[in-house]
C-alpha cells in the first residue's frame, strides 16, 4: 500500500524567509509525487509533480520540490515567502501499478506572518 | 479553459433528503475522480472512473452514497438518504489518462473543481 506523511500540521514562516514543507512517502514501486496548494474556500490548485529525471523540481509561483530516493521525501521549499502563499498544502503519490489513483497526505497549514 | 465545474457550489439539506452533486471535468479528459474533505479525516478519494468507467469506489462510505457517469462530460454523487455526517466539501477532479504519449507512459495532473460545500442538518 502507498501511503504519503506530512509530519506538520503547521508551519509559521516570517515573510522573506525560507520556507520548507516536509513530505516522506511509503510505496512498493517508482512513484510519481506531486504537490498541491489549497486557499480558503477554493479547490486544491497543482503546483508541481515528479516523474523521473531531476531530482530538483520547480513549479508554481516560485515554488521548487526535491526528491531524495534514500530518504523517501519530496520536501516543498521556497526560497523567501510571501504572505499570500498562506494556505493548506498537499503533498501526493501515485503509484502506476495502482491506478491512477492518488494518495494524499494529511495537509500542512502554512502561515507567512508579515 | 473553464477547468472543472461543480454545482452546487453550496448545499444545505435536511436530513433524510436526497443530495444530487454534479461535476463537468476539463473537455478532452478522461478519469474523473470524487474527494470529500472534512477536518477529522482530511481528503479521501471516494470513486473514480476512466473512460466513464468506474475503476475502484472502495472509498465510498456506504450504500447511500453512488455516482454515476454517463457520459465525458458529466458525473453525478448522489447520497440519498443524506445524514448530518456527510457533510463535507466535496470535490471533484479530472484528468487525462493517456498511456502513451511521446513514446513515453504519461503521468497525468488531476485538476480540482472548487468543491461543493454541503450541510445536512
Known amino acids: ?114 | 479553459d473553464a477547468g472543472v465545474i461543480q454545482s452546487p457550489r453550496h448545499e444545505v439539506t435536511e436530513m433524510g433528503q436526497e443530495v444530487t452533486l454534479r461535476c463537468k471535468p476539463i473537455s478532452g479528459h478522461n478519469s474523473l475522480f470524487w474527494y470529500r474533505q472534512t477536518m477529522m479525516r482530511g481528503l479521501e478519494l471516494l470513486i473514480y472512473f476512466n473512460n466513464n468507467v468506474p475503476i475502484d469506489d472502495s472509498g465510498m462510505p456506504e450504500d447511500r452514497f453512488s455516482a454515476k457517469m454517463p457520459n465525458a462530460s458529466f458525473s453525478t454523487l448522489k447520497i440519498q438518504p443524506s445524514e448530518p455526517r456527510d457533510s463535507a466539501v466535496y470535490f471533484c477532479a479530472s484528468s487525462l489518462r493517456n498511456r502513451w504519449l511521446s513514446g513515453r507512459r504519461s503521468q497525468e495532473t488531476q485538476y480540482f473543481g472548487p468543491g461543493t460545500r454541503l450541510l445536512v442538518l
Do not use: M
Open chain 1, 1 to 114: 500500500a502507498q501511503s504519503v506523511a506530512q509530519p506538520e500540521d503547521q508551519v509559521n514562516v516570517a515573510e522573506g524567509n525560507p520556507l520548507t514543507v516536509k513530505c516522506t512517502y511509503s510505496v512498493s514501486g517508482n512513484p510519481y509525487l506531486f504537490w498541491y496548494v489549497q486557499y480558503p474556500n477554493r479547490g486544491l490548485q497543482f503546483l508541481l509533480k515528479y516523474i523521473t529525471g531531476d531530482n530538483l523540481v520547480k513549479g508554481s509561483y516560485g515554488f521548487e520540490a526535491e526528491f531524495n530516493k534514500s530518504q523517501t521525501s519530496f520536501h516543498l521549499k521556497k526560497p523567501s515567502a510571501l504572505v499570500s502563499d498562506s494556505a493548506l498544502y498537499f503533498c501526493a503519490v501515485r503509484v502506476t501499478a495502482a491506478g491512477n489513483k492518488l494518495t494524499f497526505g494529511g495537509g500542512t497549514r502554512v502561515l507567512v506572518k508579515p
